[in-house]
């Protein structure tokens, strides 16, 4: 997932921050209350690590808040003396909160969660028509809901209400263009995956109108209305659906950066790198494409900018070694790269490693670390 919202922070802040990450759920009878004793808690180790007690209450207040959404829910927040800077949802329960207070972000935990998720079209049809919303993720309401223009509230129409004797099926079909026309508007946006539920005779239609789509289409099985198990089951089905779709792309992602760090053993030119020196080096020019962390075994190696010429964190400015998962995150952040969370041994043995825009091996427009000394 690419971090646009943490670039921002980092181009204006020069923090220190606090971070915290941790279970929201109100699914349970008692849900509010250990909500409020969560935050409270992520307060007081924040004060006791050395955050100032406002940056610790808001961040507290923020971390509290409901998240308008079902389900088991974990959210992130980050605060500094700006307030609370950064802040996101992922489905799911965390059953372990974390803390930082320090110069940048400490991201990672919550990555570990929020890389598993897929922004997404959602559309659920019948012979009326459809509701086609953009999400972000499984977790938090739509991004973007669509409609046309003056139809139903809550469905797609077309009603033929100049020619009363057209057939229903003929308005079915007409019904299905305009759902299939709203999918392509809104995969146009950005989602390249589109979850289609619903009647299945109306979702077989459907589909068959998306066919020149650039985007990868799932047929769900549930998303009727009114159907047995209601929407909890259709919440689950969709979860799982993500969840799939997030490891088929982890999977083709490691492939290619097997296949990238083959060549290179074999003195063939590349378009990888491994290891937190060598990723570094790529980031400090903009070369990384993906990167691949795992932040546990990231954080065991520390990194100090004075060290590495050229590295440049926005508007911090830390003068002490900092924890080396937390500069790759922020670095790819202010680089437009990629992140995605691996485990060490997917990565041949090193806690980071990328896939490079271009070849880090070609003489021309590689520039290392080494060079800006």
């Known amino acids: ?118 922004p997404f079209v959602l559309a659920r049809v019948d012979h009326a028509g459809g ?95 009114n159907a047995d198990g209601g929407e909890d089951a259709f919440d689950e089905e969709i979860t799982e659906t993500l969840r799939g779709q997030a490891v088929t792309v982890n999977l083709d992602v490691l492939a290619q950066l097997k296949q990238r760090l083959g060549e290179r053993a074999q003195g063939a030119s590349s378009r990888g790198a491994a290891g937190v020196g060598e990723v570094l080096d790529a980031l400090v020019v903009g070369q990384v494409d993906t990167l691949l962390l795992d932040p546990a075994a990231a954080a065991e190696t520390s990194v100090t900018l004075a060290e590495h010429p050229g590295l440049s964190l926005g508007a911090v400015e830390p003068k002490g070694a900092l924890p080396a998962d937390q500069v790759l995150v922020a670095l790819a952040a202010l680089t437009d790269a990629d992140v995605r969370i691996e485990r060490r041994g997917t990565l041949g043995g090193e806690p980071v490693a990328a896939l490079l825009r271009w070849d880090n091996t070609a003489d021309a427009g590689t520039t290392s670390s080494d060079d800006l000394h």
Request: overall charge negative.
């Open 131 to 225: 509701n086609v919303s953009t999400y972000s993720d499984g977790a938090a309401g739509p991004l973007r809901e669509e409609q046309e223009a003056g139809g139903d509230a809550n469905f797609l129409h077309k009603t033929g209400g100049d020619n009363r004797d057209r057939s229903t099926e003929e308005e079915w079909k007409r019904s299905a263009d305009d759902v299939a026309a709203e999918i392509e508007r809104q995969v146009t946006a950005g989602p390249s995956l589109v979850l289609v539920a619903g009647e299945p005779d109306s979702v077989s239609e459907v589909r068959g109108k998306l066919g020149h789509l650039e985007a990868e289409i799932v047929e769900l099985q549930g998303g009727r209305r």
């Open 1 to 118: 997932m690419k971090l646009p919202a943490l670039s921002q922070v980092l181009t204006n802040d020069p923090g220190p921050f606090a971070t915290a990450y941790a279970d929201v759920s109100r699914v349970a009878a008692a849900g509010d209350d250990e909500v409020t004793l969560t935050a409270r808690a992520a307060r007081d180790e924040l004060v006791a690590a050395g955050c100032p007690a406002d940056v610790a209450e808001a961040l507290q207040e923020a971390l509290s808040a409901s998240t308008h959404s079902g389900g088991e829910v974990a959210r992130v927040v980050v605060a500094s003396a700006q307030g609370v800077v950064f802040s996101a949802l992922v489905h799911g329960r965390r059953p372990q909160p974390t803390t930082s207070w320090g110069a940048l972000p400490d991201l990672g935990p919550w990555l570990a969660d929020a890389t598993l998720v897929t």
